[in-house]
C-alpha cells in the first residue's frame, strides 16, 4: 500500500502508548526512543503532516527488522510493518534511502542478490543433484543467503535427498534472489522484476513442485507474487513439510543417536508471515507444528520449548536490512535470541532458516551460548542423524 | 546551556561512555520530549517549540553514570533521568535543556535469591522483563502497572508507582528492601537491604519518589512473592457508589486482604457495562480478586462476598471479574477510528483531558470523589462538552483512592489551551487540598502539578523539602522543576 493510503493505520500507532515497546526486538536492543513502534509511527505521522522532514527520520523507518513481535502483542492486531515498508518506499521514489539501500538496489540490478555476490551457479559443488531416480519436476530455491553463507545446509538437504533417492532439481545460475528482502527494503520495482524472472524461469522448466530452505523466498512465493500480479502453475512447499513426508514414509530413516537437549527457534518469516497488503486474502499462517515433529523423532535428543516460542518467537535480528543498516543492532538482537535458548540449557539451537542460521552463528561467540550451544539448521540435524 | 559549555561537556562525556552512546539528532531528542506527555504533544499540535535536550547519553553502568554526573554537576549542566517514558506527569521533559540520561541499558536482572525471596535489578529493566523472569521461575513481583510493557522499574521507584495489584502486594514502596542511588555530585549511595530498621530516617524512602531531583536510583532490590496456587476474580453490582465503598471498607478493616478492588462510579459503570457488555445496567461496579492458598482463597471470597452482600451487592460471578483480568490492558489500545479519534484529540490538543488519583482516608474520600466531578462540572461544563467519571481502587486498612477521568471536548486549539489545562489542575487540586488529602497516588508529581506542592505540605513541610534539595544537589542540576523543586 502507498503511504498516503495508511494515515489513519500510522495516526492509530502513533497515539497508542507504548503498549508493544518492549516486545519491539529492535527497542529492545538499541534502546533508543526513536526505535519504539509508537514512537517510528509518531515521527511518520508527523513527517505527513509537515511537521518534520522525511529525509530527517529515514533512517529510523530502517530501525525495525520488520519481524512482526508487535503485531502479535498488540490486542488489535496492527500491521506496524507494513506501514514501516510503506514508508521506506516512499523513501526510496524520494531518493532518501540509506547508502546500504542504495547498494542492495545496485547489487540486485547487476547480480540479482542483495550481497553483492557474483550470481554463478546456487548449487554447484554440493551432492544435491547426485545419486537419485526420476521423480515429479521438483525444484529446490536455494535462496541467496544459503547459496552464498549457508551452503552447509545444501549439502546437508543434498545428503536427505541422496538417502531418500529422490531428485531434486535446481534453477542454478537462472535463480534470482526472491524479491522479498528488495521490498521490504523499500525497492519494489526490484523485487517484482525478480519475481517475474523466477516464475518465468520455474515455468520455462515445467516445475510441478518448488521447495524451499528459506522461510523469507517462501513467504515471497506464496504470500507475495499474487499480490505483485504474478501467476504460478506450480505448487510451493516448505522443506520440513517435505522431510516430515520423507519420514512418514520412510523413505529415511532418522537412526543415529544425537544425545543432547535441543530447543527450536521459529524463524519470523516462518511463524509469522508478513501479510502482503492491508487487505490481503492470501493465506499467510505460519509453519510451526512441522519443524517441531520433525525435530521430536531425532533420536537421543530432549526437545524443550523456550519461553517465547511459535508466532511469540524472538526474532533474531539477521534480515538483509537490520545486517546492513544497523549491525550493531543486528547482533544484539541476535545474542538475546540465543540467550532464550541458553535459558532453557539447550545443547542445540535448531532453526529452519539460513539467515537465522547465519546471525546464530555470526554471534555465538559473543553471546551467553559461547561453548554451550551447537547451532544447526533442521536440515542439518535431520542430515546428522541419518547413520 | 550556552555553546561553548555544551560543547565541552560534550566531549568530557564522550570520553567516558564514547560518542556512539550520545545521540544529537533532532528526531531522537524530540522523540524523548515528545513521549507520553500530553504537555509536549500539545505544544506540538499548537505549533509551539517542544522543550529538546541539548543531546542525549546512554549510560551502560552506574560508574557511567557517576561520572557523568559529575561533570555535569561541575558544569551546572541540567540533567534529566529517563528509562520507559510512560509517565504522564511530565518529569522526564527535559524543559531545561542539558542532558537527558536514558538508563535503558542498566537493564541487568543480577540476582534472584530464593530463599528470601528478594531481586536485584538495574534501573533499566522494564516492569515486563522482570515479571516474565520471575514467571519463568514461578514467582511474581505483583507489580503489574496499566504501563506494564514499557515503564522501568527506577521510573516505577522514582514515582512511587502502583500496579493493577497493589492492595494485595503493596506499591513499589513497599517492595523495595534496598537501593543504589547516584547523587549529584557522582557519589554512589548504597542502602542495606534488610526488611525493616530502627537506624534513623529510612534512606530508601527518601530516594523513592524523588522523581530525579535527588539522584539517580540506578539499582533496587525488591521483595519478589510465589506465585500463588489460586488467583480468583468477582464482579459485584451495588446499588451506589456508597453502599460498595462500605463494602470494600469492611473488606479491608476485616483483613481479607484482597489483591484488588476497583470500584466504578455510576458514571464510569454506565459506560462500562454499555461499551463492554451492551446492556443497560446501572449502579456501582465492583472488580475484586484474592490470591493465595486455595483453600484461603475460596473462604476469603466466601466471606468478602457475604459482606457485599450485606451491603446489597449482587453478585456477578467470576467470568466478568475475570474478564477485567484478562483485558486490564485493552483499553490502552485504540480500537477503532473513533477511539482514534479520541486518542488524537487528546493527545493532539483538540480535546483537553487528564486523570487525578487523590488518595485520601475512608471518611473523606467519598465525599472528595463527588466534589471533584462538581466542581469539575459546574466550572466548565457552561463552556465546553464535558465528562468526569472515575473509580476507587488501590484499597488500604484507613483509606482508598479516587482515579477521576475528565474530559473536555470543543475547545481552542492555540495557547489558550494551556490556559484551560492550569484552570482545570487549579479548580480541582483545590477541592483536594481543602479536603486535607494528598494531590497523588501513584503517578509522581512531575512537572504537571508540582507547582501545588507547597500548598498540600504547607510551608514548613516545603521548607524540609527544599532544604532537603539543597542539600544533596546544591548546584540544582537535578530534574529542576519536578514537585516544585529548584525553580
Not at chain 1, 495516526?11 to 529492545?28: I, Q, R, T, W
Not at chain 1, 537412526?255 to 521459529?266: C, F, P
Amino acid at each position: 500500500m502507498e503511504l498516503n493510503e495508511l494515515t489513519k493505520e500510522i495516526e492509530v500507532c502513533a497515539y497508542c502508548p507504548l503498549m508493544c515497546k518492549n516486545m519491539c526486538c529492535f527497542h529492545s536492543a538499541a534502546k533508543n526512543e526513536s526505535s519504539a513502534p509508537t514512537m517510528k509511527n509518531l515521527l511518520l505521522d508527523w513527517s505527513q503532516k509537515d511537521r518534520i522532514e522525511l529525509k530527517e527520520i529515514s533512517g529510523v523507518m530502517y530501525q525495525c527488522t520488520l519481524c512482526g513481535q508487535c503485531t502479535q502483542w498488540c490486542e488489535e492486531k496492527r500491521d506496524i510493518p507494513n506501514n514501516m515498508i510503506a514508508a521506506r518506499a516512499e523513501i526510496v521514489n524520494r531518493n532518501m534511502a540509506p547508502a546500504e539501500v542504495k547498494e542492495v538496489e545496485q547489487s540486485t540490478v547487476q547480480h540479482h542478490n542483495p550481497f553483492g555476490k557474483k550470481q554463478g551457479k546456487r548449487s554447484e559443488g554440493v551432492s544435491l543433484d547426485t545419486n537419485h531416480e526420476a521423480s515429479d519436476n521438483i525444484f529446490l530455491f536455494v535462496g541467496c543467503t544459503t547459496a552464498y553463507y549457508q551452503e552447509n545446509i545444501l549439502d546437508a538437504f543434498g545428503k536427505i535427498t541422496a538417502a531418500a533417492g529422490v531428485k531434486v532439481q535446481t534453477l542454478q545460475e537462472d535463480e534470482w534472489c526472491c524479491g522479498l528482502p528488495q521490498y521490504k527494503l523499500g525497492l519494489k520495482k526490484n523485487a517484482v522484476e525478480l519475481a517475474q524472472h523466477n516464475v518465468q524461469a520455474l515455468s520455462e522448466q515445467n516445475c510441478q513442485t518448488l521447495l524451499f530452505i528459506c522461510p523469507t523466498c517462501y513467504s515471497a512465493f506464496r504470500d507475495f507474487y499474487s499480490e505483485w500480479g504474478i501467476e504460478m502453475k506450480f505448487e510451493v512447499k516448505f522443506i520440513s513439510e517435505y522431510i516430515l513426508d520423507l519420514i512418514d514414509k520412510s523413505r529415511i530413516v532418522l537412526n543415529k543417536d544425537m544425545a543432547g537437549t535441543l530447543t527450536y527457534h521459529d524463524p519470523c518469516a516462518l511463524a509469522r508471515p508478513l501479510k502482503a497488503t492491508k487487505n490481503s486474502d492470501v493465506c499467510n499462517e505460519g509453519v510451526v507444528e512441522e519443524p517441531r515433529d520433525i525435530l521430536k523423532k531425532i533420536p537421543g535428543v530432549d526437545f524443550v520449548e523456550m519461553r517465547w516460542n511459535r508466532e511469540k518467537s524472538f526474532c533474531c535480528g539477521g534480515d538483509v536490512a537490520t545486517r546492513l543498516t544497523y549491525p550493531q543492532v543486528s547482533a544484539e538482537i541476535g545474542k538475546k535470541a540465543i540467550d532464550e535458548a541458553v535459558k532453557v540449557e539447550a545443547d542445540y539451537l535448531v532453526t529452519s532458516c539460513p539467515a537465522c542460521n547465519r546471525q546464530f552463528i555470526d554471534v555465538l561467540d559473543s553471546s551467553e551460548g559461547k561453548q554451550k550451544i551447537e547451532v544447526l539448521s533442521l536440515c542439518e540435524i535431520v542430515a546428522n542423524s541419518i547413520e | 546551556m550556552r555553546k561553548a559549555n555544551q560543547e565541552q561537556v560534550y566531549r568530557k562525556i564522550a570520553t567516558v561512555v564514547g560518542e556512539d552512546s550520545i545521540a544529537t539528532s533532532r528526531y531522537e531528542k524530540m522523540s524523548y520530549s515528545l513521549n507520553r506527555n500530553w504537555y509536549s504533544r500539545t505544544l506540538l499540535s499548537i505549533k509551539k517549540e517542544v522543550p529538546l535536550a541539548d543531546f542525549v547519553v546512554y549510560p551502560k553502568s552506574t560508574e557511567q553514570v557517576a561520572s557523568i554526573l559529575k561533570i555535569a554537576n561541575e558544569a551546572k549542566v541540567p540533567v534529566t533521568p529517563y528509562s520507559g517514558g510512560s509517565s504522564g506527569m511530565g518529569g522526564n521533559v527535559p524543559v531545561k535543556k542539558g542532558i537527558v540520561i536514558d538508563l535503558k541499558h542498566l537493564n541487568k536482572i543480577i540476582e534472584i535469591n530464593e530463599h528470601s525471596l528478594l531481586v536485584t535489578v538495574q534501573a533499566g529493566v522494564t516492569c515486563w522483563q522482570l515479571e516474565d523472569e520471575l514467571n519463568r521461575r514461578g514467582y511474581t513481583s505483583g507489580h503489574i502497572q496499566a504501563s506494564h510493557y514499557s515503564a522501568c522499574i527506577g521510573g516505577s521507584i522514582a514515582l512511587r508507582a502502583a500496579g493493577r495489584l497493589s492492595t494485595g502486594y503493596g506499591k513499589i514502596e513497599d517492595m523495595v528492601t534496598g537501593l543504589e542511588v547516584v547523587l549529584p555530585d557522582g557519589e554512589v549511595l548504597r542502602t542495606r537491604t534488610v526488611p525493616r530498621h530502627a537506624t534513623g530516617p529510612d534512606l530508601n524512602q527518601l530516594f523513592i519518589g524523588s522523581e530525579g531531583a535527588l539522584g539517580i536510583i540506578t539499582e533496587a532490590t525488591l521483595v519478589i512473592n510465589n506465585m500463588p496456587e489460586k488467583r480468583v476474580f468477582r464482579a459485584v453490582l451495588f446499588p451506589s457508589l456508597h453502599s460498595g465503598l462500605n463494602a470494600m471498607r469492611r473488606i479491608m478493616q476485616k483483613h481479607l486482604r484482597p489483591t484488588m478492588g476497583r470500584l466504578y462510579d455510576e458514571r464510569e459503570t454506565e459506560t462500562l457495562f454499555k461499551n463492554t457488555w451492551g446492556i443497560d445496567e446501572k449502579g456501582a461496579y465492583l472488580v475484586f480478586g484474592f490470591d493465595g492458598p486455595s483453600a484461603v482463597v475460596d473462604r476469603t471470597m466466601e466471606i468478602a462476598l457475604q459482606i457485599c452482600s450485606e451491603e446489597d451487592g449482587k453478585d456477578l460471578g467470576s467470568e466478568k471479574g475475570d474478564f477485567w483480568w484478562n483485558h486490564k490492558f485493552s483499553d490502552y489500545y485504540p480500537k477503532d477510528e473513533k477511539d482514534v479519534e479520541r486518542w488524537k484529540a487528546l493527545m493532539g490538543g483538540k480535546a483537553a483531558g487528564a486523570t487525578i488519583d487523590i488518595c485520601a482516608p475512608y471518611h473523606k474520600i467519598e465525599d472528595i470523589h463527588n466534589d471533584l466531578r462538581k466542581t469539575f462540572k459546574e466550572k466548565f461544563g457552561n463552556k465546553y462538552k464535558v465528562d468526569i467519571y472515575g473509580h476507587l481502587s488501590h484499597w488500604y486498612t484507613s483509606g482508598t483512592m479516587t482515579y477521576c477521568r475528565w474530559h473536555l471536548r470543543e475547545v481552542p486549539q492555540d495557547e489558550e489551551l494551556l490556559t484551560i489545562y492550569r484552570e482545570v489542575w487549579d479548580s480541582l487540586i483545590q477541592v483536594v487540598i481543602e479536603h486535607g488529602a494528598v494531590i497523588e497516588h501513584h503517578h509522581g508529581v512531575g512537572r504537571v502539578l508540582g507547582r501545588y506542592i507547597k500548598d498540600q505540605y504547607g510551608a514548613a513541610g516545603f521548607g524540609v523539602l527544599k532544604k532537603i534539595k539543597q542539600a544533596i544537589d546544591p548546584n540544582n542540576i537535578m530534574n529542576i522543576g519536578v514537585m516544585g523543586l529548584g525553580e
